[in-house]
């Protein structure tokens, strides 16, 4: 059963900002993510409860799963970099 997504305008700025292929791939994982926020290339946030980031190429999605809501709120995309994580 798919989850509910909702993605925050800042991530929806960082994805308008990127070249196509790119923001291409992240939408096909995004896709992959509604089926299953847990399957992939994530890593659970520290100090942070029930955030979640997911690696695609060298971006990062930065995700929150609220299971009761069965509800996936993307707060950002963004390239890594040294800054990435602060």
């Given amino acids: 059963m798919s989850w ?3 993605i925050a305008d800042q ?3 960082s994805l308008k900002r990127l070249p196509k292929s790119s923001a291409g791939k992240i939408l096909l994982v ?5 089926e299953d926020p847990y ?3 994530i890593r ?4 942070e409860i029930d ?3 997911r690696r695609v190429g060298e ?4 995700y929150v799963v609220l299971v009761n809501e069965k509800l996936i709120k993307v707060t950002d ?3 890594k970099s040294d800054h990435t994580y602060r």
């Fill in 39 to 41: 399957f992939g290339d």
């Fill in 44 to 47: 659970k946030v520290k100090g």
């Fill in 51 to 53: 955030t979640w980031r």
């Fill in 59 to 62: 971006y990062r999605i930065t």
């Fill in 11 to 13: 991530a929806q700025k």
């Fill in 30 to 34: 995004l896709e992959d993510i509604i």
């Fill in 77 to 79: 995309i963004e390239r």
């Fill in 4 to 6: 509910l997504i909702h």
